[in-house]
């Protein structure tokens, strides 16, 4: 019989916010310092030229975490890339400045975690033990993978031209990138001839 995990998450003491709080002293700090400027307690963005980068660090509800058998204060790690070329009326926005939702950007990609779900051949999960004991490790370690693996993926995709390459050229591929859409499928069309358009104005 699966745990009711955010019983157990309470009787112990630990839940999401313990990693918000984690999150604030390691990681925002060291993006901070890669130009994140902007930020809530789990999604950062950074505003480039031609783009906005994101990171996003999504944590589980009781019925996800029950399936990947880990707590729910146990998270993954999603970056994204939306081209600037591509906003519309419904791109999120405050103050004045794009704040793109990681999961609706054209450009996507998990960082390596620790742990696998059932059934993947790639690990993406982070998962922390049911008493937090090694919240701190968990943390710093997904703090070092970021700013290293990363924030390479980031610098791969940056500017139009690369982009654009990406999309004309690339298959989707969930261990690498993916949200631009199959190749010659609708999306993909739409998304190469809004980075033409961009690339052809600049």
């Known amino acids: 019989m699966l745990p009711e995990l955010p019983r157990l998450n309470s009787l112990l003491g630990v839940d999401s916010s313990d990693v918000n709080k984690m999150l604030r002293s390691t990681v925002w700090p060291a993006l901070k310092d890669q130009g994140f ?4 307690a789990r999604t950062a963005w950074r505003d480039r030229p031609d783009q906005v980068d994101v990171v996003n660090f999504q944590s589980f509800n009781a019925y996800n975490a029950a399936i990947l058998n880990v707590t729910t204060y146990s ?3 999603n970056l994204a890339i939306h081209p600037r070329c591509r906003t519309t009326s419904r791109t999120p926005t405050k103050g004045g400045q ?37 919240l701190g ?10 700013l290293a ?3 390479r993926w980031f610098q791969q ?11 004309r050229e690339m298959p989707m591929d969930m261990s690498t990138t993916w949200g631009m859409g199959n190749l010659g499928s609708p999306h993909r069309a739409a998304l190469i001839a ?7 104005a600049s």
């Open 37 to 40: 400027q902007r930020r809530t």
């Open 75 to 77: 998270f993954q790690v």
């Open 98 to 134: 794009l704040r793109p939702r990681e999961y609706a950007c054209d450009f996507r990609h998990q960082l390596a975690g620790i742990a696998s779900t059932p059934g993947a051949e790639r690990a993406i999960l982070w998962p922390i033990r049911e008493d937090g004991s090694d």
């Open 137 to 146: 490790d968990v943390v710093s370690a997904a703090a070092d993978r970021l």
């Open 149 to 151: 693996d990363g924030m």
């Open 157 to 167: 995709l940056d500017g139009i031209g690369a982009l654009l390459q990406i999309a």
């Open 194 to 200: 809004s980075l033409e358009a961009a690339a052809a």
